[in-house]
């Protein structure tokens, strides 16, 4: 099993749309979560931080479910600009490093 | 400030020969990471420095593939007697202290193709 797993996709939703995509991580002891947000041929970038109660930054909303050991994020209202992919990233400690282990990414195109 | 730069963009070599791919993180960034990304996955750990030394090198796929980090800021990936498989884009990132939450900042890559 890998240690974190991604739908690849890709999800193709109409603008306006509510989508949502999860991911699920083997290691238990892991420390901290968050999603990433990679354009064609670019670099992964920060989308939010996924804490233990929840967070949202406007249209996106992340949770995370500790027991069954999967984050989700959440995306209301798509706009265009939203098509992207979507990476799940997860830090468990080992030796007293945190690397964090990325997800293959989920793809989501939003078409008008 | 500035970000994450990696230098080449683009680094096209033949089957056995010796390259070096450069990073340079955002200043004062202790923490740095190494990654390789293949068309359709996600990045792959390869190496962490924390500072001058080498924290972490387990994703290192062989004794090909070395890094440094010398003065504690730029860092070098270096790859000896490339293979086709080699090819990917690696991709490095700093990060302030190597903190569990910390937010990491990514270059823009280095594209590599072994011919």
């Known amino acids: 099993r890998k240690e974190v797993e991604q739908d690849p996709g890709p999800f193709n939703v109409p603008e306006g749309a509510t989508v949502a995509f999860n991911c699920t991580y083997s290691?238990?002891?892991?420390?901290?979560f968050f999603w990433y947000r990679q354009d064609c041929r670019k670099e992964p970038k920060l989308l939010m931080s996924?804490?233990?109660s929840g967070n949202e930054d406007g249209r996106f909303t992340a949770q995370l479910n500790r027991a069954s050991q999967y984050i989700s994020l959440l995306i209301r209202d798509s706009k265009l600009s939203d098509s992207a992919t979507y990476l799940c990233?997860?830090?468990?400690?080992?030796?007293?490093?945190?690397?964090?282990?990325f997800g293959r990414g989920t793809s989501l195109i939003v078409h008008p | 400030g500035a970000g994450v730069s990696q230098t080449p963009s683009n680094k096209v070599t033949e089957k056995g020969k010796y390259v070096e791919l450069r990073c340079d993180p955002i200043s004062g960034h202790t923490a740095l990471y190494w990654y390789r990304q293949s068309l359709g996955q996600g990045p792959e750990f390869l190496i962490y420095?924390?500072?001058?030394?080498?924290?972490?090198d387990s994703g290192l796929p062989n004794d090909r593939f070395f890094a440094v980090r010398p003065e504690g800021s730029v860092s070098t990936l270096k790859i000896q007697r490339t293979e086709r498989g080699d090819s990917a884009v690696y991709l490095c990132a700093s990060s302030l202290t190597g903190g569990a939450g910390e937010t990491q900042y990514f270059g823009p890559g280095t594209r590599l193709l072994v011919l």
């Open positions: 990233v997860v830090n468990p400690a080992s030796g007293g490093s945190y690397i964090p282990t």
């Open positions: 420095f924390q500072g001058t030394g080498a924290a972490d």
């Open positions: 996924v804490y233990s």
């Open positions: 290691n238990s002891a892991s420390q901290s």
